[in-house]
């Protein structure tokens, strides 16, 4: 079965009619790449992977081409949740089972440098992004509240990081109106941001910095070598380096990648705008909410208030019909009050996933390195991601080699078998979810 994610659910060229197209300032369309070109770096992909690493190369001195299927922040980049938090996509106690305690606080380290990158990235370009304090994780069974104070404690003894803290059952009630939810934690490190904005700020800073960007700009083939060859239709780079920064819509660009980053659709509404008071009884001192089901929902307000929640995955490459209906159901779910709500916008994006939800970076061969598989935590950690295979480009690969040497498996089943058993195991613990 061939995989075309790329053209899937979308229109070529065009970015998903989002909220957050709607209230973006658009770059104007750059050209596709034509003929022969010669670079230092080739870097497959312009979202936040893609960008980071072409905008550090440049500022290095590198001669970089980015080249993206369709449009800068296209991808998950520009229409994902906009949370931003440290750690990775588990918890500190799972990694310290799975790669040591040593490594495990090194990958803590650089997850919280991952969101101060962030921060400085948009105060250093001047990007208008929204930058708002506040991370809620809300529980939604009572038996995970203690876990959760449980593991603040260790962040905050262990970690010796102080911005989390406990939060209890009624303080979670007038912090998030919902009776969904039993207490949870508070993370002032982390925040939430407008991704596409976040996205076309740095492919600004891209192209002030002297990067090559072409639009609309398929990759074919990579074919190894040095220097290496990158095949579109109309053109071939040859680089002495490739990054291939795909995520989710990598298909069958390259198989040992492909085999271990799965695509996922998950899905966003934005209601209409609501009045002062309906969005403080929502989420009160405006942060994000992130909640503890295996089919998580995510959700915040938008600058003009609306409520953009984030939730109900379906299995398949092709989006529903009905997106809105799709994540009307969740939200109703937690927020009875928002049932005749009108939504304005509805939109699908597609992200990469790997078995043990640690994002996996590797080398293919000698100068051909790739970064992908965020598991819906990439917003920082990609944004790293692209600085940290930019510093590999320059020889320095201690921080690429320890993601890349935590190791992520295949997924069963190869390439046409492993969507099934995905939404086999998916609904298994979806239906887990309501006990
Ligand atoms: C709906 C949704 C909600 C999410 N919510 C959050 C959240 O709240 N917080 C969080 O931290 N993370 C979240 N994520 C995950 C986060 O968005 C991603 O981890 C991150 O954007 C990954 O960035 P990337 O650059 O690796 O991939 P992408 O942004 O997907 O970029 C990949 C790019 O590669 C291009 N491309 C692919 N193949 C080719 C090819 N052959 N030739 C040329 N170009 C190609 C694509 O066009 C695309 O632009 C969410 C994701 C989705 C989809």
Redesign the pocket.
């Known amino acids: 079965m061939a995989l075309d994610i790329?053209n899937a659910n979308d229109r070529q060229g065009e970015y998903p009619t989002s909220y957050y197209a709607a209230t973006s300032t658009h770059l104007p369309a750059m050209l596709a790449a034509a003929g022969a070109l010669r670079a230092d770096v080739c870097v497959?992909?312009?979202?936040?992977?893609?960008l980071s690493a072409a905008l550090h190369l440049a500022q290095a001195g590198f001669d970089v081409v980015l080249?993206?299927?369709?449009r800068v922040?296209?991808?998950?980049?520009?229409?994902?949740?906009?949370?931003?938090s440290g750690g990775q996509r588990i918890g500190q106690d799972d990694l310290e089972n799975m790669v040591g305690k040593d490594r495990a606080r090194a990958l803590w380290d650089l997850s919280q440098d991952s969101v101060s990158l962030v921060r400085s990235l948009i105060n250093n370009h001047d990007m208008d992004c929204g930058w708002t304090p506040g991370v809620i994780e809300a529980d939604h069974r009572v038996r995970d509240v203690s876990h959760t104070h449980a593991y603040v404690d260790k962040l905050n003894s262990e970690y010796g990081y102080d911005k989390v803290r406990a939060v209890h059952r009624d303080e979670m009630r007038d912090l998030v109106g919902s009776p969904a939810y039993h207490g949870g934690s508070l993370d002032m490190g982390g925040g939430h941001l407008h991704?596409l904005r976040y996205a076309l700020g740095l492919a600004r800073a891209c192209v002030d910095a002297g990067v090559r960007v072409f639009e609309n700009?398929?990759?074919l083939d990579v074919k190894q070598g040095d220097p290496a060859q990158v095949i579109t239709s109309g053109a071939v780079i040859s680089a002495n380096h490739v990054l291939l920064?795909?995520?989710?819509?990598?298909?069958e660009?390259n198989g040992g990648v492909a085999a271990r980053v799965m695509p996922i659709n998950?899905?966003?509404v934005a209601t209409q705008p609501l009045d002062e008071a309906t969005a403080r009884g929502l989420i009160r001192d405006n942060h994000a909410v992130a909640d503890s089901k295996f089919v998580i929902n995510?959700f915040r307000l938008s600058e003009d208030r609306r409520m953009l929640f984030?939730g109900g995955e379906s299995y398949g490459y092709k989006f529903p019909s009905d997106i809105a209906a799709l994540v009307r159901k969740p939200m109703t779910q937690i927020y009875p009050q928002l049932r005749d709500v009108k939504i304005d916008y509805a939109w699908?994006?597609?992200?990469?996933i790997t078995m043990n939800r640690m994002p996996h970076f590797a080398r293919v061969t000698g100068n051909i390195l790739s970064?992908?598989g965020?598991s819906?935590?990439?917003?920082?950690?990609?944004t790293l991601a692209g600085k940290l295979a930019a510093q590999a480009v320059q020889g320095q690969a201690e921080k690429f080699d320890l993601f890349a040497d935590v190791a992520t498996k295949r997924f069963p089943g190869g390439m046409t078998l492993r969507t099934p058993l995905l939404v086999a195991a998916m609904l298994w613990y979806a239906m887990r979810d309501r006990f």
């Open positions: 790329l497959v992909g312009a979202g936040y992977t893609g080249l993206d299927a369709h922040g296209f991808g998950a980049s520009g229409r994902n949740g906009g949370q931003v991704p700009t398929k990759v920064a795909c995520n989710g819509y990598l298909g660009l998950n899905f966003i995510y984030g699908g994006g597609t992200l990469g970064a992908s965020y819906g935590h990439g917003v920082a950690m990609a």
